[in-house]
């Protein structure tokens, strides 16, 4: 008797380890996946806050041959007759105000004109007096997208800054820039895009960005959709190899891959350096950041050392590196105005760590945005078995956003949801929910921990009630041969 109590005692001690160890393990790899999906659904929340830009869809022979369109005599006669523009007292300048300003203001109208562009002339008022804009336009051609504007636009006023009325050629600050868009404008204007492009002249800019502050904040994004703006100021000067630095702020930095793209795939021979997350405020770009609206600012790496003096003139400037300047910003305009935008979807529910039980009906929601064409077919299909196999659950559904879901039986607690959208370019975009569970039935319900312990306990238990029961067959057996006394 006190044998068998004693493997009683430890099949028992056995099973308490066994169930306690199990148990452990059990919570452990619970807790281990459910701190796995928070934070993929964190990285994910967190990744909503980062505008990923328009795809970039590679080298386009098209495209390539517009690039190779910009003209090293083109560039350096714009940015010579710029320099040259004098006030009424024959003082070469472009000052904000002086006669020599409102003859570039025509100049550049008459310039933009003749490549058979929409241009008007926008007037504003601010602290110093009156000044002008100098807009043109290159409609899109496609009726769904021609409200999505690129502007691509540059400074026209120059200055001294060591005397109010004196000499101010500006032909790096910036009549490079403004050589820059209309030789890109020069090109562009002979060929269609699906989008609009803008190109821009800004006034006032070296007393305090008025122009584009003025234009940035009456924009009405019911009537327009500004997708980028990308300033060019200053970009003629080279030295030590150094050349031009592209600056964005934190939600327009898909603007700089965007360009960095461009560069590599048309091998554009140029010293680029991108400064992501940039607080660069002196140029025209900030008064699209202040308005919410991504931007860009392209400016020599080293600055050139007559700027906002007499002896900033065109002889001092590396003509080449404005012309591959120019056709890297063709290049990148025109992929951005042209380009097929596929459509995005986020699942709203069911979210991870979600219970959903059988046969009940659920809501799974979603938020789209339809890209460059129109949503046409929503399609939902669910897993059990981490995405080895998809089962529909409706397909060529209308977007409206939800579907009401009656929830299968499942032999297994985990489950996600996917959504597949498509437009009518057959372009399309997907979203996978975080893992969530299906109830079991109340009489299939296991306890964590639990039963396998107790199985390997029950066995054990046979094992020794039949090992003892063959002991004591034994012993009877042996009282019988032995006589007693």
């Given at each position: 008797?006190?044998?068998?109590?004693?493997?009683?005692?430890?099949?028992?001690?056995?099973?308490?380890?066994?169930?306690?160890?199990?148990?452990?393990?059990?919570?452990?790899?619970?807790?281990?996946?459910?701190?796995?999906?928070?934070?993929?659904?964190?990285?994910?929340?967190?990744?909503?806050?980062?505008?990923?830009?328009?795809?970039?869809?590679?080298?386009?022979?098209?495209?390539?041959?517009?690039?190779?369109?910009?003209?090293?005599?083109?560039?350096?006669?714009?940015?010579?007759?710029?320099?040259?523009?004098?006030?009424?007292?024959?003082?070469?300048?472009?000052?904000?105000?002086?006669?020599?300003?409102?003859?570039?203001?025509?100049?550049?109208?008459?310039?933009?004109?003749?490549?058979?562009?929409?241009?008007?002339?926008?007037?504003?008022?601010?602290?110093?007096?009156?000044?002008?804009?100098?807009?043109?336009?290159?409609?899109?051609?496609?009726?769904?997208?021609?409200?999505?504007?690129?502007?691509?636009?540059?400074?026209?006023?120059?200055?001294?800054?060591?005397?109010?009325?004196?000499?101010?050629?500006?032909?790096?600050?910036?009549?490079?820039?403004?050589?820059?868009?209309?030789?890109?404008?020069?090109?562009?204007?002979?060929?269609?895009?699906?989008?609009?492009?803008?190109?821009?002249?800004?006034?006032?800019?070296?007393?305090?960005?008025?122009?584009?502050?003025?234009?940035?904040?009456?924009?009405?994004?019911?009537?327009?959709?500004?997708?980028?703006?990308?300033?060019?100021?200053?970009?003629?000067?080279?030295?030590?190899?150094?050349?031009?630095?592209?600056?964005?702020?934190?939600?327009?930095?898909?603007?700089?891959?965007?360009?960095?793209?461009?560069?590599?795939?048309?091998?554009?021979?140029?010293?680029?350096?991108?400064?992501?997350?940039?607080?660069?405020?002196?140029?025209?770009?900030?008064?699209?950041?202040?308005?919410?609206?991504?931007?860009?600012?392209?400016?020599?790496?080293?600055?050139?050392?007559?700027?906002?003096?007499?002896?900033?003139?065109?002889?001092?400037?590396?003509?080449?590196?404005?012309t591959k300047l120019t056709s890297?910003?063709?290049?990148?305009?025109?992929?951005?105005?042209?380009?097929?935008?596929?459509?995005?979807?986020?699942?709203?529910?069911?979210?991870?760590?979600?219970?959903?039980?059988?046969?009940?009906?659920?809501?799974?929601?979603?938020?789209?945005?339809?890209?460059?064409?129109?949503?046409?077919?929503?399609d939902l299909k669910y897993t059990?078995?981490?995405?080895?196999?998809?089962?529909?659950?409706?397909?060529?559904?209308?977007?409206?956003?939800?579907?009401?879901?009656?929830?299968?039986?499942?032999?297994?607690?985990?489950?996600?949801?996917?959504?597949?959208?498509?437009?009518?370019?057959?372009?399309?975009?997907?979203?996978?929910?975080?893992?969530?569970?299906?109830?079991?039935?109340?009489?299939?319900k296991e306890i964590p921990g639990?039963?396998?312990?107790?199985?390997?306990?029950?066995?054990?238990?046979?094992?020794?009630?039949?090992?003892?029961?063959?002991?004591?067959?034994?012993?009877?057996?042996?009282?019988?041969?032995?006589?007693?006394?």
């Amino acid at each position: 008797m006190r044998n068998r109590c004693n493997k009683l005692f430890v099949i028992l001690f056995v099973f308490f380890i066994l169930s306690s160890t199990f148990s452990m393990m059990t919570v452990n790899f619970l807790s281990i996946e459910d701190e796995t999906e928070i934070s993929l659904i964190e990285s994910l929340e967190a990744g909503e806050q980062i505008n990923e830009g328009p795809l970039f869809s590679g080298y386009d022979p098209v495209i390539h041959q517009m690039m190779n369109e910009t003209e090293d005599s083109n560039i350096y006669d714009y940015i010579d007759t710029l320099q040259n523009f004098e006030n009424e007292d024959g003082i070469r300048t472009r000052r904000d105000g002086t006669l020599g300003f409102e003859k570039a203001v025509n100049w550049t109208s008459h310039k933009l004109n003749s490549f058979g562009l929409d241009v008007f002339r926008q007037n504003f008022t601010y602290s110093k007096g009156e000044s002008s804009n100098v807009i043109a336009e290159l409609s899109g051609s496609d009726p769904r997208l021609e409200d999505e504007t690129y502007i691509i636009g540059a400074h026209l006023d120059s200055i001294n800054s060591d005397e109010e009325n004196k000499s101010a050629p500006g032909a790096d600050d910036n009549g490079s820039g403004i050589a820059l868009i209309l030789e890109a404008a020069r090109i562009l204007s002979q060929y269609e895009f699906n989008r609009t492009i803008r190109f821009a002249a800004w006034g006032a800019e070296e007393l305090g960005l008025h122009g584009s502050s003025h234009y940035a904040s009456n924009i009405d994004p019911t009537e327009e959709d500004i997708r980028g703006k990308f300033n060019y100021d200053m970009v003629g000067y080279e030295e030590d190899g150094l050349a031009i630095t592209h600056h964005a702020n934190t939600q327009s930095n898909w603007m700089l891959d965007y360009k960095s793209k461009v560069a590599k795939s048309y091998d554009i021979d140029i010293n680029f350096t991108y400064e992501y997350d940039s607080n660069l405020t002196a140029s025209d770009h900030s008064s699209f950041w202040n308005e919410g609206y991504d931007a860009t600012l392209s400016i020599e790496t080293e600055f050139n050392p007559h700027y906002h003096s007499e002896e900033d003139t065109v002889d001092k400037l590396t003509i080449p590196q404005i012309t591959k300047l120019t056709s890297h910003a063709v290049g990148t305009i025109a992929h951005l105005a042209e380009e097929e935008e596929p459509p995005s979807v986020e699942l709203e529910t069911p979210k991870g760590g979600e219970s959903w039980e059988p046969h009940s009906e659920e809501g799974i929601t979603w938020h789209t945005k339809k890209g460059s064409r129109n949503i046409t077919g929503i399609d939902l299909k669910y897993t059990l078995d981490n995405g080895s196999s998809w089962t529909n659950i409706g397909t060529n559904l209308n977007d409206t956003g939800s579907y009401l879901w009656t929830v299968p039986e499942s032999h297994t607690n985990e489950a996600k949801i996917q959504i597949i959208v498509y437009d009518d370019h057959e372009m399309s975009a997907h979203d996978i929910s975080g893992s969530f569970t299906i109830e079991k039935d109340e009489d299939e319900k296991e306890i964590p921990g639990f039963t396998f312990p107790v199985m390997i306990f029950g066995v054990l238990l046979a094992l020794i009630l039949h090992s003892d029961e063959q002991l004591s067959k034994k012993q009877n057996f042996f009282e019988t041969l032995v006589p007693t006394r």
